[in-house]
């Protein structure tokens, strides 16, 4: 039996939680507030209240929370000394390579592992979440069997920060997507089409796209960038952030971007 300490049990890590003990694994999650520690309880976990205390003695540390800066506060110091050597932690947070990269940089003995996802709670709650996963082979190989839990198909892509760095670039080519479907809308509308019926109809021609299956289920454009711009808009300021570092841009994906995650 793995041991897993779990932080960030919310709307995407609660039904990890919840498959990881179907799965067979002893699991700690950080609950902060007594309503929190009774829901992790309620998915068959054991819920703490100290991080330190999930760290300690887990076999793999899942850190699912929603911005880099809250990675960076998990995984202070304090909290990775506390876990044992030859352990592993893996990072589902949307961020840098570089945050990652730093992190491992400053914990020798532990597995460091990026592993960003491409999907929602039914996913997960399907076993079929898709992860970019970044890390040493041994290591990707020995976590392989937890991620299983809830990930499929996981995507080994490279060393660590690669998981990041392919999720990015997947996340500015859903958005620049975006923008092009609502430009196509634009023409549609002067043209005489219904959003609605040109947004269906696209779907069966060969301007179809899993980004367009998406939108008309929707509707239309506004209401999709509507549910989805804080998740998407967040990892698109990731990557101009890291391209303007490296002295880069993205590109042409830059041009329609906007239009596809401005409400």
Known sequence: MTCVGFVGAGRMGSPMVSRLVESGHYVRALGRTDEKRQAITALGAQAVAGIHDIARDADVLVVCVFTDEQVVQVCSPGVLSAMSPGSALVVHTTGSPRTVQTIAAHSPGIDVLDAPVSGGPHNIAAGGLTMFVGGPDDAVARVRPVLAAYGD????????????????????????????????????????????????????????????????????VDSFVERTSEFIGKDVEVVRKIAAELGETIGLLDNVINAGIQP
Not at 165 to 181: C, E, H, R, S, W
Request: hydrophobic fraction near 50%.
């Open 153 to 220: 198909p996981i995507l080994h892509v490279g060393p660590l920060g690669a998981g990041q760095a392919v999720k990015l670039t997947n996340n500015a080519l859903f958005a620049a997507q975006i923008g092009l479907l609502r430009e196509a809308v634009a023409l549609g509308d002067r043209l005489g089409v219904d959003e609605a019926q040109l947004l269906e109809a696209i779907t069966h021609g060969s301007g179809s796209s899993r980004v367009a299956g998406f939108v008309a289920a929707g509707g239309s």
